[in-house]
């Protein structure tokens, strides 16, 4: 047994290379994503998740750690946006008890549902919850807080300060 495997095995808490790859490909999905809105390309509340698997639901250490490469997704489709003129609203998704639900999303004025996105009954934050501290910026974010049948969802909305979160104002 080699030297690697026997400490492995001795330490179970590190991670393996099954482990390694698994996040290799989370965080690759996270650093090359792209979205075209240009010309006739339009977004249905297109969205992406980063937890297929729903690992995070095994801690909210884990959870945490899905939530790096989701917000990391969320600055660079931003960035890509801003470029853009078409209108467009850009936002994140968590569901503190159902990880593998928190999603990206990208909407645009499409034939399907109405534009912009409505967040109706949604609360704002002024401090935030242990989930997203030290993963979210409240200076550069806003979150709302969405309760339904006993649960909630944060919602993460770019501030309005800048031309990438164009017609956020109407949020």
Not at 14 to 38: C, F, H, K, P
Not at 67 to 95: C, E, G, N, T
Not at 129 to 157: A, N
């Amino acid at each position: 047994m080699s030297r690697v495997a026997k400490h492995r095995k001795a330490c179970p808490g590190v991670r393996n290379d099954a482990e390694l790859e698994y996040w290799r490909g989370v965080w690759q999905s996270a650093r090359t994503l792209s979205v075209d809105i240009a010309g006739d390309n339009w977004c249905n509340y297109w969205h992406e998740h980063f937890d297929w698997e729903s690992r995070g639901t095994r801690s909210r250490l884990e959870h945490r750690k899905h939530l790096r490469p989701l917000m990391h997704a969320f600055a660079r489709v931003q960035s890509q946006l801003h470029q853009q003129s078409k209108p467009h609203q850009v936002f994140v998704s968590i569901y503190p008890n159902d990880p593998g639900s928190d999603a990206l999303y990208v909407h645009t004025p499409n034939p399907h549902s109405d534009y912009p996105a409505e967040f109706g009954g949604m609360q704002f934050v002024t401090w935030l919850p242990p989930l997203l501290i030290g993963v979210v910026s409240l200076d550069r974010y806003r979150v709302g807080v969405t309760r339904y049948e006993g649960d909630h969802r944060f919602t993460i909305l770019p501030r309005q300060d800048g031309a990438a979160v164009r017609h956020a104002a109407t949020l």
